[in-house]
C-alpha cells in the first residue's frame, strides 16, 4: 500500500495493514515522520486520544513509530506526491517531485491539510513574475550576488535570509509591517546593527503592495503606513516574500478527485474510498456528512479503510478480521508480539 | 445557557448578530464557523493553534476588552496579509460575557 502522508493516520495505517500482512511505503513532503504533529506542535499536549489523558503530540508520534516498526514501513521523505497515474491493471504509479516513482495497487491519501507551501503575498500581479525576479524561497544565495533584493516579512526567514544577503547583493531592503521584529533576539540585534552601518535598508511601517517591470521584474510598490497611504517605487532586481508556509491541498488536487470543502469527498458508509476506485482517503484531508476532524477519527478510519483495501488487492481471498489480543502481532521482521498464556483467565 | 450577542461582518460586507454561548468554552473562531459565515476550508485551518491565520478579523469595538496578543499571534499576524491595528486571529478570542455586543468583521481570505 502507498500512503501519502506520514501523520499519526498515515503512521497508523502502516499498523492495520501490517495486520493483514500488507506492506507500506509512506511518502511525505515534510523531511521527518509526524505529519503536524512532529513539524509544527510536538510539544503540545494532545488530551482525547482514547486511554492516553495527556500525551505530548511527539510522544504521539514516537509511540505510533514504535508501535508500526515490525512491519518494517518504506519512507520517502521530503518529497512531495506530484501526480499519479492508473495502469491497466488497475495499479497506481505516483511520481515524486524529485521525480521517485512509486508502484503500488491501493493509494491511500492521508495527506492532512496538505503539504506546507510558501504563503504568496496577495499582489494581483504576482504570478507574472514567479522565477522573473520574485521568489518564494532562496535555493542559490549566489544568484543574488552583486543584485538589488528587496525582502519582505518579519519572521526569522525575513532577518536571517537579510543578513546573510547583505554580504552578498549590492543592496538588501527589508519590508516589514510594524517597527517590531519577532525572530529571534539576536538576528533582530544583528538587522539593526547591520541597518545602522547602511548595509540592510529598513522600511517598516509598510508593505509591498505591486510589481513593475515588462519581461522581468523592475521594481516594487511600496506603501508607507500612515493617513497618506504614500507609495513608493523602489528599483529592484528581485523580491522575496518571506510569510512562512500554508498547508495547501497541493497537486493532489489535480488528480481527478472529488473535492468539496477543500477536501477529498469519500465515502463513508463503506470504505473511504474516493470517486476513483483503489484510492482511499482518511484523517483530516477527507471529507463526509458528519465529519470530525480528529486524529482518534483519522485511527478508526484507516482500520476500516484497510480491510477494504486488502479485499482490492486479494478479490479472492477471505478474510476474517482478528483481535491482537487473541492473535498477538507478527512482525515482517520476524518478531512475535503476543500475550501470556496465564494472561487468560478462564470463564467459569 | 448564558449566550451573548456578536455582531460578525462576513466577507461579503453582510451583518449578523449571532447568540454566542460563554459556558462552551469556545472563541470566536469557532463561532463563525458554528453559524457558518465563511465557507468551511477557509476559516480555522489550523483548527485554532494560531498557526494559519484564515480567521483574522478586524476588532470594530470593545478592543479594549481584547485579551492581550500572545507571541504565537504576533508572529503569525506578521506573516498574514490585510492586516490593520485592529486585526486580531479570532481563535485566540474567548467568549466571556463580557463581549456582549461585540462587532467583528472577518478579514478577506488569501487563497494564495
Known sequence: MLIIGAGPTGLFAVFEAGLLKLKCHLIDALPQPGGQCAEIYPKKPIYDIPAFPEVLAGDLVDNLMEQIRPFEPGFTLGERAETIEKLEDGSFVVTTNEGTEHHAPVVVIAGGLGSFEPRKPPITNISKYENKGVSYMIKEPEDYRD????????????????????????????????????????????????????KINMITEAEVVGLKGDDHLESVVIRHKGEASEEEIKETDHFIPLFGLSPKLGPIANW????????????????????????????DVNTYPGKLKLILCGFHEAAIMCQSAYQRIFPDKKYVMKYTTVSGVSGFDGSKKEAKREVVKSIN | ?????????????????????????????????????????????????????????????KEHLMPEKGYEEEDMLDQAFFVEDNSRLSCQIHIEKELDGLEVKIAPYNAD
Not at chain 1, 538589488?148 to 509591517?177: C, K, M, P, Q, T
Not at chain 1, 517590531?180 to 544583528?190: I, M, N, P, T, W
Not at chain 1, 463513508?268 to 482518511?282: E, L, M, V, W
Not at chain 2, 449566550?3 to 463561532?31: F, W
Open chain 1, 256 to 283: 481527478g478527485l472529488e473535492i468539496e470543502k477543500n477536501a477529498i469527498k469519500v465515502d463513508n458508509s463503506y470504505d473511504y474510498q474516493t470517486n476513483i476506485p483503489g484510492i482511499y482517503a482518511i484523517g
Open chain 1, 147 to 198: 543584485k538589488r533584493v528587496v525582502i519582505a516579512g518579519g519572521g526569522d526567514s525575513a532577518l536571517d535570509w537579510a543578513i546573510f544577503l547583505s554580504d552578498v547583493a549590492s543592496e538588501v531592503s527589508l519590508v516589514h509591517r510594524r517597527n517590531e521584529f519577532r525572530g529571534a533576539l539576536d538576528s533582530v540585534e544583528k538587522v539593526s546593527e547591520l541597518a545602522k552601518e547602511g
Open chain 2, 1 to 61: 445557557m448564558s449566550d451573548i450577542k456578536i455582531t460578525i461582518i462576513d466577507r461579503e460586507g453582510h451583518a449578523h448578530q449571532v447568540d454566542a454561548p460563554t459556558d462552551m468554552n469556545m472563541n470566536l473562531m469557532e463561532v463563525i464557523k458554528m453559524h457558518e459565515l465563511a465557507p468551511e476550508g477557509t476559516i480555522g485551518i489550523c483548527g485554532g493553534m494560531a498557526m494559519c491565520a484564515s480567521c483574522q478579523c478586524y476588532i470594530q469595538n
